[in-house]
Nanobody
Framework: QVQLVESGGGLVQAGGSLRLSCAASGRTFSMSAMGWFRQAPGKEREFVAAIRYNGASTYYADSVKGRFTISRDNAKSTVYLQMNSLKPEDTAVYYC????????????????????WGQGTQVTVSS
């Protein structure tokens, strides 16, 4: 099991940027794909981005493509989400998650594939 702690959320004006970090503990981080999800008030949790265990490929929701960038540093057991050109509709609690599967190299990153979740960090974008 991987323990995950997010940081970097906050209040930002529309058009601004934030960088979220997710620090992991546990020996399986480098074997696991990592994802970012978000949940806005009254809405279901939705996929934002994912990155393979080795960083070779990344995947994005259409709503954030071209604005957000996911990356990871396996030496630091940390995954990042750089968010640029933020919009009010990006307001949500953002969660990082670790894939249950080891060394997965496919493109299926539904929420059910992730077994470990952080506590979430609030991102608020004002208009």
């Amino acid at each position: 099991q991987v323990q995950l702690v997010e940081s970097g959320g906050g209040l930002v004006q529309a058009g601004g940027s934030l960088r979220l970090s997710c620090a992991a503990s546990g020996r399986t981080f480098s074997m696991s794909a990592m994802g970012w999800f978000r949940q806005a008030p009254g809405k279901e949790r939705e996929f934002v981005a994912a990155i393979r265990y080795n960083g070779a490929s990344t995947y994005y929701a259409d709503s954030v493509k071209g604005r957000f960038t996911i990356s990871r540093d396996n030496a630091k057991s940390t995954v990042y989400l750089q968010m640029n050109s933020l919009k009010p509709e990006d307001t949500a609690v953002y969660y990082c998650a670790a894939d249950r599967r080891s060394y997965y190299s496919g493109s299926d990153y539904g929420a059910g594939r992730f077994g470990s979740w952080g506590q979430g960090t609030q991102v608020t974008v004002s208009s």
